[in-house]
T-cell receptor, first 117, second 115 residues
Framework: GAGVSQSPRYKVAKRGQDVALRCDPI?????LFWYQQALGQGPEFLTY????????KSGLPSDRFFAERPEGSVSTLKIQRTQQEDSAVYLCASSRLGRGVIKNIQYFGAGTRLSVL | AQKVTQAQTEISVVEKEDVTLDCVYETRDTTYYLFWYKQPPSGELVFLIRRNSFDEQNEISGRYSWNFQKSTSSFNFTITASQVVDSAVYFCALSEESGNTPLVFGKGTRLSVIA
């Protein structure tokens, strides 16, 4: 596809349930980012991959959050034992790594809205 | 630490009015990048502009213009002759020298353009 694709668009989970959110980056994009956006707030960084390597996970709020990108393309953000405070929109972005003006523009997907009841 | 402040939470204007969205940033880096993104109701963040810290030239793209002033650490965004389709939440963001690094976002400004 032409853009970053995220699925599902909406997810309702009962407290304590595990969830998995998927991100398909733009083809050929090396870098992939996950952000969390609470209602009425700006996105906040969670974690970052370059190819399959997770270079920074400093933004993950707890050890219940886990992200992977095993083949350097699709990424999955997993949240274990969901809590109400995990309710937010989870945004994925990808960017091309390389020389040139466009190398560090992050292009975003439409996000997954997670509601934990 | 890096920080972006968008003091205007919500702005409402009548169609065809000009509107300026303010952005003030803090960083210790000498080289950094500033961005504006638009978030329409569909939720996807749409890239509008990137500016690096060495380029203080103002930029105009159609009805959009940006005023970058290092002296005041500001990167303001003006929409001329606003249209209803401009209604969205606008985010200013900052990234460090290396680029291709996590973005630090402001809290956003919700713009409503009324017909």
């Amino acid at each position: 596809g032409a853009g970053v694709s995220q699925s599902p668009r909406y997810k309702v989970a009962k407290r304590g349930q595990d969830v998995a959110l998927r991100c398909d980056p733009i083809s050929g994009h090396v870098s992939l980012f996950w952000y969390q956006q609470a209602l009425g707030q700006g996105p906040e960084f969670l974690t970052y991959f370059q190819n399959e390597a997770q270079l920074d996970k400093s933004g993950l709020p707890s050890d219940r959050f886990f992200a992977e990108r095993p083949e350097g393309s699709v990424s999955t953000l997993k949240i274990q034992r969901t809590q109400q405070e995990d309710s937010a929109v989870y945004l994925c972005a990808s960017s091309r790594l390389g020389r040139g003006v466009i190398k560090n523009i992050q292009y975003f997907g439409a996000g997954t809205r997670l509601s934990v009841l | 630490a890096q920080k972006v402040t968008q003091a205007q939470t919500e702005i409402s204007v009548v169609e065809k009015e000009d509107v300026t969205l303010d952005c003030v940033y803090e960083t210790r880096d000498t080289t950094y990048y500033l961005f504006w993104y638009k978030q329409p109701p569909s939720g996807e963040l749409v890239f509008l502009i990137r500016r690096n810290s060495f380029d203080e030239q103002n930029e105009i793209s159609g009805r959009y213009s940006w005023n970058f002033q290092k002296s005041t650490s500001s990167f303001n965004f003006t929409i001329t002759a606003s249209q209803v389709v401009d209604s969205a939440v606008y985010f200013c963001a900052l990234s460090e020298e290396s680029g291709n690094t996590p973005l630090v976002f402001g809290k956003g400004t919700r713009l409503s353009v009324i017909a």
